[in-house]
């Protein structure tokens, strides 16, 4: 096999991970998912922007007599931000993703306790030249916690985004 990754000459056991070969796959936004029959593949947005997981510990605080010790207690998993690009499509899937618990038109504004396909499992891939998985990460029970669709402006001819920042209960890495 062919290392792609621009690695130490000669060695083909280094790859150097390059910041535009990943995939963040959000069942139903980002990516198909087969098990909804009124979304076709075409609905769904391409990610601009993506970001692997952050950590910190909470710290348990120990004073002694002479000096105060810390010790690493609960991790705190940070919400990442998700920008994709806002295309023209049959439904705005970030739409549908927020009436699973939200639904508002002009009429009423209905909020919906219940949780079921709300949050979604979601993966981080990053890949080689070769387009072979070489780092993915696994979100357990992501949400949309902050949507914004961006100002307009006449003098910008750039495409327009949805930032997505997301929360989620904690991340892994799924060795392949």
């Not at 510990?57 to 004073?63: D, G, L, N, R, S």
């Not at 810390?70 to 993703?97: A, F, G, M, R, T």
């Not at 618990?101 to 002009?106: A, Q």
Request: charged share 25%; with cysteine; proline share 5%.
């Amino acid at each position: 096999m062919i290392n792609m990754g621009i690695g130490q000459l000669g060695s083909s056991a280094i790859c150097f991970k390059r910041k535009f070969r990943w995939l963040f796959k959000i069942p139903e936004v980002t990516v198909y998912d087969p098990k909804m029959k009124d979304l076709a593949e075409i609905d769904m947005l391409p990610p601009e922007k993506g970001a692997r997981p952050s950590l910190s510990f909470k710290e348990i605080q120990a004073e002694h007599l002479n000096e105060t010790i810390y010790i690493p207690s609960k991790p705190d998993w940070k919400p990442i931000n998700v920008v994709l690009y806002d295309l023209k499509k049959n439904k705005n899937v970030v739409i549908e993703w927020i009436k699973k618990v939200y639904n508002v038109d002009s009429n009423n504004a209905n909020w919906n306790i219940s949780m079921i396909n709300f949050k979604k499992n979601c993966e981080l891939e990053m890949y080689d030249g070769c387009g072979n998985v070489i780092e993915r990460w696994i979100f357990e029970n992501c949400w949309p916690n902050n949507i914004e669709w961006g100002e307009l402006d006449m003098s910008d001819s750039s495409y327009v985004t949805v930032d997505l920042t997301l929360r989620y209960d904690r991340a892994y890495i799924k060795e392949n």
